[in-house]
């Protein structure tokens, strides 16, 4: 037996395998804590910059390991003088060694940039080729990218041998979101319009449409050619508009403006008010963007008075006669309700349509194929399509429940602007605006019904926390909410300010506390709170008293 190497046993490799890491934790507590003790102590030396090398070759994720480093390098590069080429080489060879063990450490990529950036007569294609091996390694390495177009922008590399580099990429595998992420960007540069400043030529367009279509037939539950389809559809852009306006005129006279999109004023694109042509407010700054703008206004009923709310080259103007309570207008009908914004022309849309359609045919539960033809049904005719749109819904709801909410909250904005657009191109203020049995879980839309006296959402899955919109319900006296997911009254209910008829039987509510909320409802006069289990409280009569002292008429 002698002379054979003695294998050890389970227990033998636990035990060594245990010592081995105590070793380590030793050996790094220690040289970490030196480490801190000498940048503490102004010591940047080479001792600190041979102890930070041997920490990060163990584990290169120590970001502060990496800006101690760059510390003492600024430091030792002013006193190099013909050293410093070399010195920089041996940054990049550490690493190089750091990468290959953690090619995903942002701080490592960091850092090489930053030594590029301080080394003499840098070799630009010999980091390109770094950059083509580790993405060889792992092609979705997007700190590897991201590297790489900074590589690409010091070495002046023409954008069309990145197009080129691109197309090598998705052609290796469809799958590489990376690679089609950088294709969009190189597009628009590679093959501009010559007709329309930022769109792309049109037969370059329809090669892309020809490459993406590859992909699906090859992969199509692969998600990263359908997200760069709807980008090829997209890149439109909505002018702004007004969509509607509404004066009121109570204890003060209330201006509300709706946008067909988000606006943000600044000093240069503020949002004026004027009174008889006469600037009184002017808005320059707002904490987020948002597309109902509202102010108040101190103007007697006793007179006519014409105001004006103007943003850019955009405006509306209503007049307020004498004793007149309150008046609205509708304009931009049509830019309210694009959901999808799209620089495709209709043949192009039909066209992709007929492609998603046959490949539904092979693949009838394909997700991203269910979408992309309901997005494009709503870019070509959302109220032609209106029925079909709602089963393709329904049928992603059942393909894919892990995003049933989305899926049921995009189903609910496209409900509600169906019956909106309708509604406000036919407007009649007396006209309930009837939302109900409509399978709504959330409400869009809600600052184009800042004129609407009497909303119905009866019978829907509205649950307390998707009402937030109400706040926008600036005329609405009537609202019912029967047969909803509600648990406890919507705050937002408080801002209905000319509310006078509120139902909500059949809910969920269980907490008398919540109709605190309606104390200061000075209008509201009729309430309904039937079939809630708030209901069942004891003394539930007395406590209604308290919380109902305004109002008329409590059903329960």
Known sequence: ?????????????????????????????????????????????????????????????????????????????????????????????????????????????????????????????????????????????????????????????????????????????FSNYSAWHYRSKLLPLVHPSTNEEGNIDSDAMQREYELVQNAFYTDPSDQSAWFYHKWLLGRGKKSLAIGCGLIQREHTTCVHVAFNQPVLPTAKHPIVVLVNNTPVIQVTKSDWPKSLWSCDLLISDRENVSIKVKLEEISFELTLKEGEKEVWFINDVESIFQVMLTSASPEILTSELIMCRELLQLEPDNKWCLLSTLQLLEAIDPMLHHVEILNLFDKLVSTDPYRKGYYLDLRSRHAIGFILREHLM????????????????????????????????????????????????????????????????????????????????????????SFSLLKGMRSLKKISIRGNPVCEIHNFVDLMKTYFINIENVEF
């Open 426 to 513: 036919n407007f009649d203020p007396t006209r309930p605006l009837d939302l109900s049995d409509k399978g709504l879980t959330h409400l869009d839309y809600t600052e184009y019904m800042i004129m609407h006296k009497h909303i119905n959402l009866r019978s829907n899955q509205i649950r307390s926390e998707s009402l937030q919109g109400l706040v926008n319900f600036k005329s609405v006296q009537t609202l019912i909410l029967d047969n909803n997911s509600l648990k406890e009254i919507p705050p937002s209910l408080n801002e209905l300010t000319v509310l006078s008829s509120l139902s909500l039987d059949n809910n969920d509510i269980r907490n008398m506390e």
């Open 1 to 173: 037996m002698h002379g054979r190497l003695k294998v050890r046993t389970s227990e033998e490799q636990a035990e060594a395998k245990r010592r081995d890491k105590e070793k380590k934790v030793k050996w790094y507590r220690q040289t970490t804590t030196k480490i801190f003790n000498k940048r503490a102590l102004g010591e940047k030396d080479d001792e600190l910059l041979k102890l930070t090398g041997e920490v990060l070759l163990e584990n290169s994720d120590l970001s502060t390991m990496w800006i101690i480093r760059r510390e003492i390098i600024e430091i030792r590069l002013p006193t190099l003088s013909d050293d410093v080429t070399e010195f920089c080489q041996n940054e990049l060879a550490l690493l190089e060694r750091c990468l290959r063990s953690n090619p995903k450490a942002y701080c490592i990529w960091v850092h090489r940039q930053w030594i590029m950036d301080h080394t003499p007569n840098p070799n630009w294609d010999q980091e390109k080729r770094l950059c083509d091996l580790f993405l060889s390694y792992d092609e979705r390495n997007f700190h590897c990218w991201d590297y790489r177009r900074y590589v690409v922008k010091k070495a002046q590399i023409s954008v069309d041998e990145e197009f080129a580099f691109s197309t090598e990429k998705i052609a290796t595998n």
